[in-house]
């Protein structure tokens, strides 16, 4: 659970926080994991904070502000691994600072839930067709 990222919650439509709590024998907590997501729109935009809460090894409390931006891609073209699927949203999360400048590091690719880092300096997730790879 300590190695979930709070940008998992940015593409779940309904999910927004995750709480976890290690509770001794007697009840009190041993150890505390949060991931929460607040947005707000101004001006039709989508501002969200995504924030990562935990415990142990000591306290600390992180805090990303995004940019969200969605549009709906219609006329999909036949995938038969999606049957009768002809739209799907399109989202990208652009990191930003409390001046809202953009903030640049690699971030992960989504399919709702993390695939993989590819470089991209903002979060995206869409419908993709995902091959599972055993080695």
Same mark, same amino acid.
């Given at each position: 659970?300590?190695?979930?990222?709070?940008? =998992?919650?940015?593409?779940?439509?309904?999910?927004?926080?995750?709480?976890?709590?290690?509770?001794?024998?007697?009840?009190?907590?041993?150890?505390?994991?949060?991931?929460?997501?607040?947005?707000?729109?101004?001006?039709?935009?989508?501002?969200? %904070?995504?924030?990562?809460?935990?415990?142990?090894?000591?306290?600390?409390? %992180?805090?990303?502000?995004?940019?969200?931006?969605?549009?709906?891609?219609?006329?999909?073209?036949?995938?038969?691994?999606?049957?009768?699927?002809?739209?799907?949203?399109? =989202?990208?999360?652009?990191?930003?600072?409390?001046?809202?400048?953009?903030?640049?590091?690699?971030?992960? %690719?989504?399919?709702? =839930?993390?695939?993989?880092?590819?470089?991209?300096?903002?979060?995206?997730?869409?419908?993709?067709?995902?091959?599972?790879?055993?080695?």
């Amino acid at each position: 659970m300590l190695s979930l990222e709070p940008e =998992l919650l940015l593409f779940l439509r309904q999910l927004r926080n995750i709480e976890v709590r290690i509770l001794s024998t007697s009840g009190t907590t041993l150890n505390f994991f949060s991931l929460k997501r607040t947005d707000k729109y101004v001006c039709g935009l989508r501002h969200t %904070t995504l924030q990562r809460a935990v415990s142990q090894p000591r306290d600390s409390c %992180t805090s990303t502000k995004f940019l969200v931006f969605e549009q709906t891609a219609f006329d999909m073209p036949h995938e038969k691994k999606r049957e009768g699927v002809r739209e799907t949203d399109v =989202l990208m999360a652009f990191p930003v600072d409390r001046d809202m400048q953009p903030v640049l590091r690699d971030r992960m %690719t989504f399919n709702f =839930l993390p695939i993989r880092s590819y470089g991209f300096p903002v979060c995206q997730s869409s419908c993709f067709c995902t091959v599972a790879m055993l080695t």
